[in-house]
C-alpha cells in the first residue's frame, strides 16, 4: 500500500468525519426550554406565599408578643404610680390626679365574663392600641363623671375585647384608677365606629 506522493495525509477539512464527510456545528445557543418561564413564575409565587405566610404569624403572634410586653410595662409602671398615689394619701380625701399624657396607663379594666384584666393607656392611636385599651382622649377618665370612651382591638394585638360581644347587661366592669376602685355594671355589647370622638349620647346597638 502506498500513500500520497508528498508522502503526507492531505489535511482534513475541518468538520470533515473520517471519510471526509462534513458534520454542522450549531451556529446559536439553543433555546431555552418553553417550561422555563412557568418555572420562574412558580418560585416567585411560592416567594410571595412565604411571605403571606409571614404577615398572618406575625398579625396572629408577633402582635400578640408586642402586646403581651406593652402590658408588662405599663402595669409596672401602673403599680408603680398608684402605690405612690396612696402612699402620698394619708386619708386626707380625693386626691387631685393630673390629666394623663398620651402612652400613660390609666386605669386597669377588669371584666370576670370575658376574663378581661388589663391596662388602659391614654390614646387611641396605633402605637397605644398596639399595647392595650386605650382611653379616647378628651372623654371623662375612667371611674370620672361623664362619658368615657375605651378602644380595644378584637382579632390581632392580644384582642383584648374579642369576647365583648358576649357581654349582657348587668355584667360587671370594674375599673381601678389612681383615685379607686369603681365597680359599674354592663348595658350589653355596643359599638362605636373607629372615627367617633365625642361620647355624648348612648351609642346604637347592633342585633
Known amino acids: ?9 492531505p489535511a482534513q477539512a475541518p468538520g470533515a468525519g473520517p471519510n471526509g464527510a462534513g458534520t454542522a456545528r450549531p451556529t446559536h445557543e439553543p433555546a431555552p426550554p418553553a417550561h422555563s418561564g412557568l418555572a420562574r413564575a412558580g418560585r416567585w409565587l411560592l416567594v410571595a406565599a412565604g411571605l403571606v405566610v409571614l404577615f398572618v404569624a406575625y398579625q ?12 408588662r410595662d405599663l402595669r409596672s409602671r401602673f403599680d408603680h404610680a398608684l402605690a405612690q398615689a396612696r402612699a402620698a394619701d394619708h386619708g386626707a380625701g380625693p386626691r387631685t390626679i ?3 399624657a398620651v402612652g400613660d396607663p390609666v386605669a386597669i379594666i377588669v371584666i370576670p365574663r370575658i ?3 388589663q391596662v388602659v393607656v391614654e390614646g387611641v392611636a396605633a402605637a397605644q392600641l398596639a399595647v392595650g385599651p386605650g382611653h379616647y382622649p378628651g372623654t371623662a377618665l375612667p371611674g370620672q363623671p361623664g362619658n368615657s370612651g375605651i378602644a380595644g382591638h378584637r382579632t390581632t394585638h392580644g384582642a383584648p375585647f374579642n369576647a365583648l360581644a358576649d357581654l349582657v347587661p348587668g355584667d360587671p366592669v370594674v375599673l381601678t384608677t389612681l383615685r379607686a376602685r369603681s365597680p359599674t355594671g354592663s348595658r350589653g355589647p355596643s359599638w362605636w365606629p373607629p372615627t367617633t ?8 346597638r347592633r342585633s
Open 115 to 117: 376574663g378581661l384584666d
Open 197 to 204: 370622638s365625642r361620647f355624648s349620647t348612648p351609642p346604637s
Open 98 to 100: 393630673p390629666y394623663p
Open 60 to 71: 396572629l403572634w408577633g402582635t400578640a408578643l408586642v402586646h403581651w410586653q406593652g402590658q
Open 1 to 9: 500500500m502506498t500513500g500520497p506522493p508528498s508522502g503526507r495525509w
